[in-house]
T-cell receptor, first 110, second 118 residues
Framework: QKEVEQDPGPLSVPEGAIVSLNCTYS??????FMWYRQYSRKGPELLMY????GNKEDGRFTAQVDKSSKYISLFIRDSQPSDSATYLC??????????FGSGTRLSIRP | DAGVIQSPRHEVTEMGQEVTLRCKPI?????LFWYRQTMMRGLELLIY????????DSGMPEDRFSAKMPNASFSTLKIQPSEPRDSAVYFC????????????????FGEGSRLTVL
């Protein structure tokens, strides 16, 4: 079993829809949770960062962490074609390497 | 700041040839990571340097792969001899970490070097 599981998609939704992206993990020591966005032929870029449990909102993006269920989510409201990319979840404990999910490919249809 | 700079952006070579990938980290970032990305395996950590010292090279596939960081401004990843299964996108990433693994996970990636070995 992988430490971090992420559905690879692809996920295709119409413009304006709410998108939900998710990851599950097995290591209860993970404390830092991240979402990276990767456009085609580019490097990943940090989109959202959360420490421990709870929610974090940044514009149209909301990251949620449920440590009791070992489950993290990224919500995108009012999705735009420019949100079309691969989204990778990532996580780590205080003194460990970062573990990335395999990425979910998202396409927003105009 | 120009960000993490990688070269070459694209490399096509024949099996058996030596390949050298280069990375210039963001100034002041003392953690440097080399990742490999493929469709099958996703992002894999190959090696991690902190303050120019290799901390973890457990992800380096085999002896054909080697990495160096001679100073805070430059790192190389070398494959010799290259094989078709090495075809992938290789990313360099840096982080302002305070010590080995003691960073929050905020990585700054370069645009990658796309390697094709024929």
């Amino acid at each position: 079993q992988k430490e971090v599981e992420q559905d690879p998609g692809p996920l295709s939704v119409p413009e304006g829809a709410i998108v939900s992206l998710n990851c599950t993990y097995s290591n209860s020591a993970f404390q830092y949770f991240m979402w990276y966005r990767q456009y085609s032929r580019k490097g990943p870029e940090l989109l959202m960062y959360t420490y421990s449990s709870g929610n974090k909102e940044d514009g149209r993006f909301t990251a949620q962490v449920d440590k009791s269920s070992k489950y993290i989510s990224l919500f995108i409201r009012d999705s735009q074609p420019s949100d079309s990319a691969t989204y990778l979840c990532a996580m780590k404990s205080s003194a460990s390497k970062i573990i990335f999910g395999s990425g979910t490919r998202l396409s927003i249809r105009p | 700041d120009a960000g993490v700079i990688q070269s070459p952006r694209h490399e096509v070579t024949e099996m058996g040839q030596e390949v050298t990938l280069r990375c210039k980290p963001i100034s002041g970032h003392n953690s440097l990571f080399w990742y490999r990305q493929t469709m099958m395996r996703g992002l894999e950590l190959l090696i991690y340097f902190n303050n120019n010292v290799p901390i973890d090279d457990s992800g380096m596939p085999e002896d054909r792969f080697s990495a160096k960081m001679p100073n805070a401004s430059f790192s190389t990843l070398k494959i010799q001899p290259s094989e078709p299964r090495d075809s992938a996108v290789y990313f360099c990433a840096t982080s302002p970490g305070q010590g080995p693994w003691v960073n929050t996970g905020e990585l700054f990636f370069g645009e990658g070097s796309r390697l094709t070995v024929l």
